[in-house]
């Protein structure tokens, strides 16, 4: 899994360097994954210890898995950071969205999503904050924003009804 993602990552690392694209969608992992992770201690499922029902074990199981792909994910952003790109970096060019579509796996709950955004998007994008919206928030309220930043300006999307306009 790990050799997995880590070529993935340094193959869109490629990509980007070499101005193949602009855009890329990666999945590290189903959200119905029953993948388990005995390599970090995670024998169990990772959909499975996802709906944890509060028992310790399970949040510690799925905390594990978490912290795995992040890792992974701050592997590839530490490459986009050291790999330079005209007056900057791959990551001062570029701007990267890893989340997840529960915020609650335990309860299936599409709110108060965590989401990571990194990269300075052409200076479009200022770093080290940390972003709390109204819970009921669309999450394409983010996605407009973000379109706008790469100048595709549009109405709404899906169930948007404005922008981020702090972002």
């Known amino acids: 899994y790990e050799d997995h993602i880590t070529l ?3 193959l869109l690392v490629l990509a ?5 694209t602009r855009v890329s969608c990666t999945q590290m992992a189903r959200e119905l994954s029953g993948r388990s992770y005995p390599n970090i201690g995670v024998p169990e499922s990772h959909h499975g210890v996802s ?3 509060l028992d310790p074990h399970n949040i510690e199981q799925y905390t594990k898995i978490n912290t795995h792909q992040m890792s992974l994910f701050a592997r590839f952003i530490e490459k986009m950071d050291n790999t330079p790109d005209g007056d900057g970096t791959l990551l001062d060019h570029t701007i990267m969205l890893y989340g997840a579509g529960m915020g609650d796996g335990d309860h299936h709950t599409p709110y108060n999503l965590p989401v990571i955004l990194v990269g300075g998007g052409c200076g479009t994008l200022a770093g080290g904050r940390h972003m709390k919206y109204e819970m ?3 999450f394409m309220n983010l996605g407009l924003t ?3 930043k790469v100048d595709v300006n549009l ?3 899906s169930d948007s009804t404005g922008r981020l306009t702090d972002l």
């Open 155 to 157: 109405d709404r999307i």
């Open 16 to 20: 980007y360097q070499a101005d193949i």
């Open 8 to 10: 993935l990552f340094d």
């Open 51 to 53: 709906h944890h029902q």
């Open 146 to 148: 973000l379109l706008d």
């Open 136 to 138: 009921d928030t669309p």
